[in-house]
C-alpha cells in the first residue's frame, strides 16, 4: 500500500518499478491503484501505457531504474512543457525517442514535498532543543525548512519563521502531539545524490515536472516552497545516505538534538543499502525518524498496512510506528 506519486514499490521492491513483474504489469499497477482518486488522467495514461506495444520496447530499452511511470510522464511533460496524454506521448516517442530517452536517463524521481513536514513535526514534539536536522534524500531541501512554513492542523495554528512561505494543512487524527510552537533549528543540513537547487531555473522546472495534473493545490505550494528555498537555501550536499552520513552529521553542532529523518527515500534503494543504513543511524547519537511506505524500513516491527490504500508509516529508531501519514502530508492518524 504506498503512494504511486514518488515510490509505488514497498518492501523489497524498487520504488517505482518491480522487477518482478514486467512494465506493463507495472503501469497496469499504477493506473489501478496509484493514481486512483488522486490524478484520473495520468491513471487513464498509465492504462494506455500498458497496452502500447510501442512505448513499452521503448521503455524496455531502458535500464529498469529507468521505467518507472513517473519518471516517463515527467520527462514527456519536460518537452512538451504540459503534462501528457497518450496521442502526444505516442508522438514523442515515434519522433523524439532519443530526446526523451536522454532526459530519463539525466534525470531522476525527485519530488520534493514540502507538505511532508506537517506529518514530521509532531515526532518533533518533546525532543530537547536546539534541533540539529539532517535529512538523507533531501532533493531541493524543501523538507528540511521544517520551521519556516505555518501549519494549519484543523484549527491549530502555528506560525512559521517565514511568513511568506506556505501555510501547510494537516488534518490530526488520534491523539497527535500537536506543538504550542515551532521547536527551534540551530542546524540543519542534507544529502542527496543529485542535489536540487531551487534557484536553478532547470531543477525548479523539473520539479514541476514531476507534479502530476489535477492535485489541487501542490502547484502554489511547490512554487511558494521554492521560493522559501530561495532565500533561506537549506544546504544538501552531494552525497550518499550511508558513505555519508557519518560525514555529514559529525558537523552537527554539540549540545543539539541530531534528528536524522526520511521521506519516500529508502523505496528507491536496495535492501542491502537500506540494512546498511538503519545500521549506520543506529550507530549515531540521534533520533531516527522515517516516513516512508510500509515494509520499506528493515530491522522495523512496523509493517501494518492502514485501510487507506495509500499511506506511509511514521517510524522512530526503527522500531516504534508512530503515525500512519498521508504521503503527502496532508493528515496523520497517531497510532502511539
Ligand atoms: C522522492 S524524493 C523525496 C524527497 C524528500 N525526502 C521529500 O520527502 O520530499 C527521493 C530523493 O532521494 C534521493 N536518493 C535516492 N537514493 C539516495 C541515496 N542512496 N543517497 C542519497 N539520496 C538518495 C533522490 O535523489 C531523491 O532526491
Given at each position: 500500500m504506498v503512494s504511486g506519486r514518488d515510490l509505488p514499490a514497498a518492501g523489497g521492491a524498487m520504488a517505482g518499478h518491480d522487477p518482478a513483474v514486467s512494465t506493463a504489469a507495472n503501469y497496469r499497477r499504477f493506473a489501478g491503484r496509484e493514481t486512483v482518486g488522486r490524478a484520473p488522467a495520468y491513471g487513464v495514461l498509465?492504462?494506455?501505457?500498458?497496452?502500447?506495444?510501442?512505448?513499452?520496447?521503448f521503455l524496455s530499452a531502458l535500464p529498469v531504474a529507468k521505467r518507472?511511470?513517473?519518471?516517463?510522464?515527467?520527462?514527456?511533460?519536460?518537452?512538451?512543457g504540459t503534462p501528457t496524454d497518450i496521442h502526444a506521448l505516442r508522438d514523442l516517442v515515434r519522433?523524439?525517442?532519443?530526446?526523451?530517452?536522454?532526459?530519463?536517463?539525466?534525470?531522476?524521481?525527485?519530488?520534493?514535498?514540502?507538505?511532508?513536514?506537517?506529518?514530521?513535526l509532531p515526532a518533533l514534539v518533546?525532543?530537547?532543543?536546539?534541533?540539529?536536522?539532517?535529512?538523507?534524500?533531501?532533493?531541493?531541501?524543501?523538507?528540511?525548512?521544517v520551521d519556516r512554513y505555518s501549519y494549519d492542523y484543523a484549527g491549530h495554528y502555528l506560525p512559521g519563521a517565514d511568513p511568506q512561505a506556505p501555510t501547510l494543512t494537516c488534518q490530526p487524527q488520534?491523539?497527535?502531539?500537536l506543538p504550542e510552537r515551532l521547536p527551534t533549528?540551530?542546524?540543519?543540513?542534507?544529502?542527496?545524490?543529485?542535489?536540487?537547487?531551487?534557484?536553478?531555473?532547470?531543477?525548479?522546472?523539473?520539479?514541476?515536472?514531476l507534479l502530476w495534473?489535477?492535485?489541487?493545490?501542490?502547484?502554489?505550494?511547490?512554487?511558494?516552497?521554492?521560493?522559501?528555498?530561495?532565500?533561506?537555501?537549506?544546504?544538501?550536499?552531494?552525497?550518499?545516505?550511508?558513505?555519508d552520513l557519518v560525514r555529514?552529521?559529525?558537523?552537527a553542532p554539540p549540545d543539539t538534538t541530531l534528528v536524522v529523518y526520511h521521506s519516500a527515500v529508502l523505496a528507491y534503494v536496495d535492501t542491502d543499502k537500506r540494512r546498511a543504513f538503519a545500521a549506520a543511524v543506529g550507530d549515531l547519537d540521534a533520533v531516527w525518524l522515517s516516513n516512508e511506505a510500509p515494509g520499506v524500513v528493515p530491522l522495523s516491527t512496523a509493517t501494518a498496512t492502514y485501510p487507506h490504500a495509500d499511506s506511509f508509516n511514521l517510524i522512530r529508531n526503527g522500531c516504534d510506528l508512530l503515525a500512519f501519514t498521508d504521503p503527502h502530508g496532508t493528515w496523520i492518524d497517531w497510532v502511539s
Open positions: 498509465a492504462a494506455a501505457v500498458a497496452a502500447d506495444e510501442q512505448i513499452l520496447a518507472q511511470p513517473n519518471l516517463l510522464f515527467a520527462a514527456a511533460r519536460h518537452l512538451l519522433g523524439r525517442a532519443d530526446e526523451l530517452a536522454a532526459v530519463m536517463r539525466a534525470r531522476r524521481t525527485q519530488t520534493n514535498e514540502a507538505a511532508r513536514c506537517a506529518t514530521l518533546g525532543l530537547p532543543e536546539p534541533l540539529a536536522l539532517l535529512e538523507v534524500g533531501a532533493a531541493a531541501g524543501l523538507t528540511l525548512l488520534g491523539p497527535v502531539p533549528v540551530s542546524w540543519r543540513a542534507g544529502i542527496d545524490l543529485n542535489p536540487l537547487d531551487a534557484a536553478d531555473p532547470d531543477d525548479a522546472r523539473w520539479l514541476e515536472c495534473p489535477g492535485e489541487g493545490d501542490r502547484e502554489a505550494r511547490l512554487q511558494g516552497a521554492l521560493e522559501a528555498a530561495r532565500r533561506h537555501p537549506p544546504p544538501v550536499h552531494r552525497g550518499d545516505l550511508v558513505d555529514v552529521a559529525a558537523s
